[in-house]
């Protein structure tokens, strides 16, 4: 192609609107290989920060107290992600996960947490299990979601939350004594000291450990009645304590809350909230309940069975890095979450190893996800609504930060604006409130840098969204002068290309594709054979994504 011509059109691509940017071929034309978690694309967004779907909804409950600067209800909820689903905006990132904050119904009330009152706009502070809350929408929007992301292949994961109720408040009675712990306030100084006391003041820690069995909370009680549901709530707990013979203890009350997300919707996985606040034990029973609800779900409704997969867990082990191999040390005990149900845990060591070299940063996640931690994973984060010490907080290497994520070994969490450089220091905002600005969707109509950071994520995600062997696959090592590497899992093949020259390039790809194969740079849509075991092209990018042609 002549050189003009590409820059021409290269420009062209990122600085298009973003409703209509596409990556630079059809991916339709490229098969894509069976769904691997361990290779997921995930994209975690907050429910009342991402989209305003719908704006009747947006105070239904009339949560009115003057907040700290966005420590309130801002209208984001589950028509606002269907609006982005139907606009295909998922599909050109190359995500086929999406994880959502808590849906359930929040405390109704507000608390002052010394920045200023706060609401549960987040979704961890519970009220009700069995319900959605009406800010983010109805239990027909999140049917309507699932659906229509399992049409596109994409699975959905919800989040939850078993440790603590939500705070007590005027209008948010406390559970009762049987049910959860009021003090003593965590010290985090032992095993013990993490789990037999509440995370902070005002959040009644539920009594995990216990065995105990208790009668349902009054106030929700009166509650079901009120709404027309009680009797329905009870004949379903009686059903489910019959059939699993667990006794009425605060925990399983809840599990059976939570696995009726999988027997109503379908859904596919859970992010596991505040894992190491509970004994481990109660996280294996957890996820042999899911995976059991799972498969009935798949056998009651086999034409929308996605694949064979089980049920997913992801844990958020606050603190847990990949260095740690498969043990979270806390001093005085050692715990294997892999061991208690997780199938993957999120990698808290990431956004510190992003500052490493390709080189170094792809070969320490393979030796380590290779072996010790074979047939399960982690997830990489550079930002995320409760980390205060994201990668990039200024966000001055969002491209590289971008690829990074992406290439690195493990399941990839794009946070909602990573992929549009949303500010994470605020003017006004105190703590975690700078990470949960409204997505700036603004940006892309008229900021000519987010639209570029965009069209870069949408097609590493592509390619990572087509080849499992990116996240899932062995590491190699191919050649110099610039970074190339392999990642092959089965027989799904990829070489990349970091810190190329621009232009003229000659990429080695060594006995990975033989001479005369077909292939296609997938960053800039260039096809090429490969000769005596290299191939050359010349465009303007440092990055090169070889995939073989119709493979």
């Known amino acids: 192609m002549n050189r003009i011509l590409f820059v021409i059109l290269s420009v062209f691509l990122f600085s298009c609107n973003s409703t209509k940017q596409t990556v630079s071929y059809d991916a339709t034309q490229h098969k894509t290989k069976d769904f691997v978690w361990e290779g997921a694309n995930l994209y975690f967004l907050m429910i009342d920060r991402f989209n305003n779907g719908d704006t009747t909804n947006d105070n239904l409950l009339h949560r009115n107290n003057p907040t700290g600067k966005y420590r309130d209800f801002m209208g984001g909820d589950l028509k606002g992600i269907i609006q982005k689903l139907d606009e295909g905006y998922f599909d050109k990132l190359g995500v086929n996960v999406i994880w959502m904050t808590p849906v359930v119904e929040q405390i109704h009330g507000s608390v002052d947490e010394g920045t200023g009152n706060t609401y549960g706009y987040h979704g961890y502070w519970t009220k009700d299990w069995t319900a959605i809350d009406p800010n983010f929408g109805?239990?027909?929007?999140?049917?309507?979601?699932?659906?229509?992301?399992?049409?596109?292949?994409?699975?959905?994961?919800?989040?939850?939350?078993?440790?603590?109720?939500?705070?007590?408040?005027?209008?948010?009675?406390?559970?009762?004594?049987?049910?959860?712990?009021?003090?003593?306030?965590?010290?985090?100084?032992?095993?013990?000291?993490?789990?037999?006391?509440?995370?902070?003041?005002?959040?009644?820690?539920?009594?995990?450990?216990?065995?105990?069995?208790?009668?349902?909370?009054?106030f929700l009680v009166e509650k079901w009645e009120k709404e027309g549901r009680y009797d329905q709530e009870i004949r379903e707990l009686n059903d489910f304590f019959v059939k699993t013979g667990s006794p009425r203890a605060p925990k399983y009350y809840i599990m059976k809350w939570l696995s009726d997300y999988i027997t109503d919707y379908g859904i596919d996985g859970y992010r596991v909230d505040t894992a190491k606040h509970v004994t481990e034990d109660v996280w294996a029973e957890?996820?042999?309940?899911?995976?059991?609800?799972?498969?009935?779900?798949?056998?009651?409704?086999?034409?929308?069975?996605?694949?064979?997969?089980?049920?997913?867990?992801?844990?958020?082990?606050?603190?847990?890095?990949?260095?740690?191999?498969?043990?979270?040390?806390?001093?005085?005990?050692?715990?294997?979450?892999?061991?208690n149900g997780f199938d993957n845990l999120i990698n808290f060591d990431f956004k510190g190893d992003a500052n490493k070299n390709y080189k170094t940063l792809f070969n320490d996640y393979n030796q380590i996800l290779q072996n010790e931690l074979k047939g399960k994973s982690v997830m990489n984060y550079i930002s995320s609504h409760d980390d205060s010490g994201p990668y990039d907080r200024k966000r001055e290497k969002a491209i590289e930060g971008g690829t990074k994520l992406l290439l690195t070994p493990g399941i990839a969490q794009i946070y909602y604006g990573d992929e549009t450089a949303r500010p994470l220091v605020i003017d006004g905002a105190i703590g975690d409130a700078n990470l949960r600005s409204p997505m700036n969707w603004i940006d892309l109509k008229n900021n000519e840098s987010a639209q570029k950071i965009l069209n870069h994520y949408q097609k590493l995600g592509q390619f990572r969204k087509n080849h499992p062997a990116v996240g899932a696959g062995k590491h190699e090592d191919i050649a110099a002068p610039y970074y190339t590497f392999s990642r092959t899992l089965n027989d799904d093949k990829v070489i990349i290309v970091l810190d190329a020259p621009a232009w003229d390039k000659e990429i080695t790809v060594g006995d990975l594709f033989a001479d005369g194969t077909k292939l296609r740079d997938a960053y800039s849509g260039i096809e090429m054979k490969v000769d005596k075991g290299k191939v050359k092209l010349d465009t303007p990018f440092e990055i090169v994504l070889l995939e073989e042609v119709n493979k």
């Open 138 to 218: 109805t239990k027909e929007d999140l049917k309507e979601l699932v659906e229509k992301a399992h049409q596109k292949g994409i699975r959905i994961m919800l989040d939850a939350v078993i440790n603590h109720t939500g705070p007590v408040t005027d209008l948010d009675p406390a559970y009762p004594e049987d049910w959860v712990r009021t003090k003593p306030k965590c010290t985090y100084d032992s095993y013990n000291n993490y789990i037999d006391c509440t995370l902070v003041e005002n959040l009644p820690d539920v009594l995990t450990e216990s065995n105990q069995e208790v009668s349902l909370p009054p």
């Open 286 to 339: 957890f996820a042999n309940l899911t995976n059991e609800v799972f498969k009935e779900y798949k056998k009651n409704h086999p034409d929308k069975v996605l694949d064979d997969a089980d049920f997913y867990l992801l844990g958020e082990v606050y603190g847990y890095g990949l260095h740690g191999k498969r043990i979270y040390d806390f001093g005085d005990r050692k715990v294997d979450y892999f061991a």
